[in-house]
């Protein structure tokens, strides 16, 4: 099954709020990229946002720029479908977050909340960071958030890597500062309890 095909199944299964990495808010998120300072014209992207509310939530703290990026086009549809008449404020792009296709230097901010640790293969995980860098502008920020260490091995079913924030900076070099890193106990609707570990860093 591609990965394509596997998300869509999920998304075509399941209510938003059931999947596991579902949250009602992703507080730590917002934390992060009101944390980088970035003002209300600035470009933000979520890259593999599924059918998460951080973009609403973007827009209620006022961004006027926000991106959202799935491979899943159905993921896509439900969060459409909840913003309503809004969902027209918001560039929506089906895409591979592996794969080139985003305008250079471009974006502010890359936010990505659960999509990088299933990068298993060394090759994608290059072709990522090297589109993370193709289209964050110069000083743009990327904010990861991956299983930690004392997460579970996998995600939805698939298998997952897991970082300290050390690893997951080393993932993305010397090109990126590392500014701040934090962990989460991230519950799920079925009650476990999963270690998230979130970075942000800084293109140079
Ligand atoms: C575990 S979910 C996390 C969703 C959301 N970020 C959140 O925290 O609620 C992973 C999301 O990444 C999307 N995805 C998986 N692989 C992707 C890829 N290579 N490129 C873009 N999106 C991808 C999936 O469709 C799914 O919506």
Redesign the pocket.
Known sequence: MS??SH?EK??TNKRPAE?????TH?EK?RELIRATGVGHDAKII???????T?VDDLLADGFRHITV????PT?IQSAQARLGARAREIVWLE?????GSLPAHHYDVWH????FH??TDAK?RRR?VDNVSHALKPGGYVIV?TFGPNGPLK??GLDIVRYTSEQLHAEFGEDFQLLRSAVEDHVTPAGKHQEFVYCCCRKR
């Open positions: 990965d394509k998300w999920i998304y999947v596991s990495w579902h949250q992703l998120s979520d890259v593999g946002g599924g059918a998460s951080l990026m799935d491979i899943s993921a895409a591979d977050a592996t794969r990505d909340r659960a999509v299933f990068l994608d990522y958030a995600c939805s």
